[in-house]
């Protein structure tokens, strides 16, 4: 951890920063994958949905 002192004899303590790095485009198989969960979800939320509105009618 980098740290200074300054004229006072406070310490200011600086975190590492990370290296960067660009993400990279998902392939063909995490796109298949990503639509697949997408399409579990939506249909996870419909169904909590429509029981609770069959629940509480």
């Known amino acids: 951890m980098y740290t200074t002192v300054n004229e006072e004899g406070i310490l200011n303590n600086y975190?590492?920063?990370p290296n960067l790095y660009y993400a990279e485009y998902p392939t063909k198989?995490?796109?298949k994958s990503y639509?697949?969960?997408g399409?579990?979800?939506i249909l996870f939320i419909?169904?909590?949905v429509l029981i609770s509105l069959g629940v509480s009618y």
């Open 15 to 17: 975190a590492n920063e």
């Open 29 to 31: 198989d995490q796109q």
């Open 35 to 37: 639509a697949f969960q």
């Open 39 to 41: 399409a579990v979800a």
């Open 46 to 48: 419909t169904s909590i």
